[in-house]
Nanobody, 118 residues
Framework: QVQLVESGGGLVQPGGSLRLSCTASGSIFSIYSMGWYRQAPGKQRELVASIHPGGNTNYVESVKGRFTISRDTAKNTVYLQMNSLKPDDTAVYYC????????????WGQGTQVTVSS
């Protein structure tokens, strides 16, 4: 069982920055892909960014050039640095871990609210 604990959400003005953190309960990055999802009211949950065991990353088109996903293996922590935030980025952000072989094995964090508003 993997536990994921997120932090770092909050209220920020348009154009501002936030950094989200997701700490896993163990050393899982070698066998789990880590992702940040978000869900805005009335919308489906979408994958925003992901980082895979080899270190390669993927981003949804709407955040490319603004968001950066990274990880600190020693701290079992994945980060999402969000810059140039827009009101459309407002959502609950969730951390996800998905086993690279047993892909049905997936874990979610509790979510953290990000609100971009003036």
């Amino acid at each position: 069982q993997v536990q994921l604990v997120e932090s770092g959400g909050g209220l920020v003005q348009p154009g501002g920055s936030l950094r989200l953190s997701c700490t896993a309960s163990g050393s899982i990055f070698s066998i789990y892909s880590m992702g940040w999802y978000r869900q805005a009211p009335g919308k489906q949950r979408e994958l925003v960014a992901s980082i895979h065991p080899g270190g390669n990353t993927n981003y949804v088109e709407s955040v490319k050039g603004r968001f950066t996903i990274s990880r600190d293996t020693a701290k079992n922590t994945v980060y999402l640095q969000m810059n140039s935030l827009k009101p459309d980025d407002t959502a609950v952000y969730y951390c996800n871990a998905r086993h690279i072989i047993r892909t049905s094995t997936t874990y979610w964090g509790q979510g953290t609210q990000v609100t971009v508003s003036s």
